[in-house]
């Protein structure tokens, strides 16, 4: 198999979607997402950066660029006519979600909005004509062009929405499909968690070399293999901790993609908003020849350029 | 008394500190709500005396025999979970919300609604006192009613412990983020602390918690760690803090001692009890105490 360097890659007309992910926030995966994003600005290759964590989203902090357009999420909720409606209590019944709430003696009937999932059911379930939908946000997603060909697209959901999955999936939707794509996933292995990496080729896992990282990591990888994506590992804070982590990669085959040790001024770095990879000659090469190693693996593991 | 830990993200070396507050309390109840990613069990190894399945929703399965592939439940489904490939309708299972709207539809009744059966609540004595934690199965969902779960045990357990002199001391590790599952971590508590560290994403991810926890209107203290990694955010987080009326529980240095601990599966005051860092938490853990019996007065 030949090698190919990212930007032949994306010359070649390539689309790859990337996933960032650790069974746990904050064990480095803004850092490495923000950094392999520096790395495609720098190298000229067609590319975007995609914050999934909706719950909490910061990747826009580390970059600078123009607003580039924004939009609303939305779901669809109920609207009653009560003029219309018999308080049959048909809609209460096939709200899964206990959404809606009715006392046919006074009478009167109520649509919980925060915890309606705008399922549809309701507006199935009535005879009577009663129900109509109105649209209600759920969050925004937003792009900030950082030069003609990057783009960042955020994901952030409101205070209260029962999950981040709708904004997550719109977020993606309208991300760049051209060159590399890196979505920065959220923490956890439910469904947010799953409904990202699901819309990747590849996942990096970014773990630490703790009893913490080593829980979390079997977890995500133990996920990813019921979904069978491919995936390999960053270890983060190399150094501290001890090998079990080493151990397990070896055991099950996965490729250790990039050691980063622990070092203070990367940390400080990172405190002030600063992606290392722009600012430092050596982490960019660093970076870069992590990029290079997740193609490699990529292409070893299912693609033939 | 309740207390909850928090931090807008993880990786802030919240459960760390939860783990080194169990160790200092007396009458102890360890709820580690973080049920997507529960790890305090792997410091204290908890007697396993008892499981409870938790039904965190359901999905809606086909049967081939019966459907005729009509394609009316694609039509209805309003999160795409159902799509038809090659004459044959498919449900995808990450996708599927649950809603049962498909099985309603079906003129030939051929779907039928599954429960999600894999996540558990395990709960057992540890050597501080008694922990509780769930564990969501991944993919599964509805992690706010898992965290019901876990807490209604928690203050079952502390409600069965005598205590003489102190009431007892529930200690609630809560998961990142600001979405649902931390909302019912945090939900009548009577304090809630957030962990942060210096960083510029650190103090947004702050803000966000801060604001979530007035919401709900809980008393609110803040602990910067690893607070020498950047003494001027922390500075400045210390003075945001100030500002918004948030009362600052203590700063803890970085150490190596933190990751030598939880290698050897300990708190840190049990694995360095002479070290600043454990000085710093134990004095923290004596003004959270003193405060929160303060505000319960
Ligand atoms: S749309 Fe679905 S979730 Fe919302 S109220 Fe109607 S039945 Fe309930
Ligand atoms: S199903 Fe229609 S008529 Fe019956 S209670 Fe609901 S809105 Fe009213």
Redesign the interface.
């Known amino acids: 198999m030949e090698r190919v360097s990212p930007g032949e890659a994306v010359s070649a007309g390539i689309s790859l979607k990337i996933a960032v992910a650790s069974g746990k926030g904050g064990t480095g995966k803004t850092l490495v997402s923000t950094n392999l994003f520096s790395t495609l600005l720098v190298a000229e290759h067609q590319g975007s950066l995609v914050d999934c964590d909706a719950e909490a989203p910061n990747d826009f902090l580390f970059f600078k660029g123009e607003a580039a357009g924004s939009f609303e999420v939305t779901q669809m909720v109920p609207v009653i006519d009560t003029d219309r409606c018999t308080y049959c209590g048909r809609c209460r019944d096939d709200c899964h979600y206990n959404a809606i709430f009715i006392l046919p003696s006074v009478p009167m009937i109520r649509v919980m909005e925060e915890l309606c999932h705008g399922c549809g059911a309701c507006t199935v379930a009535c005879q009577e004509g009663a129900i109509t939908e109105k649209e209600v946000s759920l969050g925004r997603v937003s792009h900030l062009a950082v030069d003609a060909f990057h783009r960042l697209t955020e994901a952030r959901m409101n205070e209260g929405v029962y999950s981040p999955v709708p904004v997550i999936k719109a977020a993606i939707r309208e991300a760049g499909h051209t060159g590399i794509t890196l979505l920065d996933a959220p923490p956890g292995t439910s469904c947010p968690f799953i409904q990202t990496v699901s819309r990747a080729d590849y996942v990096v896992l970014v773990t630490e070399p703790t009893p913490f990282g080593l829980s979390d990591l079997r977890q995500s990888v133990e996920t990813l293999k019921t979904i069978g994506k491919p995936c390999g590992v960053v270890v983060n804070r190399a150094g501290l901790g001890n090998r079990e982590v080493y151990d397990y990669l070896t055991a099950e085959q996965i490729p250790l993609l990039m050691e980063i040790p622990f070092d203070r001024e990367l940390a400080a770095l990172y405190a002030r908003g600063m992606v290392a990879a722009s600012v430092d000659l050596s982490w960019r090469e660093q970076f870069t020849q992590l990029l290079n190693n997740i193609l490699t693996h990529y292409g070893n593991s299912h693609y033939q350029w | 008394m309740e207390i909850a830990i928090i931090?807008?993200?993880?990786?802030?070396g919240k459960?760390s500190i939860t783990a080194a507050f169990a160790a200092l309390g007396r009458q102890v109840v360890l709820a580690d709500c973080d049920v997507?990613?529960a790890?305090l069990y792997?410091?204290f190894n908890p007697a396993h005396e008892e499981e409870q399945i938790y039904i965190s929703g359901?999905k809606a399965v086909i049967d081939y025999a019966v459907c005729t592939s009509c394609g009316i439940c694609i039509d209805?489904c309003?999160?795409d979970a159902i799509t038809e490939k090659e004459g044959r309708v498919e449900i995808l299972e990450?996708?599927c919300?649950?809603?049962?709207?498909c099985a309603?539809?079906c003129p030939e009744k051929a779907i039928a609604m599954v429960n999600s059966d894999q996540s558990r609540m395990v709960a057992g004595s540890f050597r501080f006192g008694k922990m509780v934690y769930g564990r969501?199965a991944?993919?599964?969902?509805n992690?706010g009613k898992l965290v019901n779960m876990v807490r209604e045990k928690a203050s079952a357990m502390a409600a069965a412990l005598t205590s003489p002199g102190q009431p007892p001391l529930i200690l609630l590790d809560g998961?990142?983020?600001?979405?649902?599952p931390v909302?019912s971590t945090i939900t009548g508590v009577d304090h809630v602390v957030i962990v942060t560290?210096?960083?510029?994403?650190?103090l947004?991810?702050l803000q966000?918690a801060v604001?979530?926890a007035l919401?709900m209107e809980r008393k609110v203290s803040v602990i910067i760690n690893k607070w020498d990694?950047?003494p001027a955010?922390s500075n400045e987080i210390a003075a945001w803090c100030r500002h918004a009326g948030v009362a600052m529980a203590g700063q803890i240095p970085f150490s190596?001692v933190v990751?030598e601990a939880?290698?050897h599966?300990k708190s840190i005051p049990e694995w360095a009890p002479d070290h600043e860092v454990s000085t710093q938490l134990r004095s923290i853990f004596k003004w959270l105490i003193s405060s929160c019996l303060l505000e319960m007065k």
């Open positions: 931090s807008g993200k993880g990786g802030t459960s997507d990613a790890n792997l410091l359901q209805y309003r999160f990450t996708s919300d649950g809603c049962h709207l309603r539809v969501l991944p993919g599964e969902e992690s998961p990142p983020g600001i979405g649902c909302i560290e210096p960083s510029l994403s650190g947004h991810d966000r604001a979530v919401k990694l950047h955010l190596e990751v939880m290698v599966q």
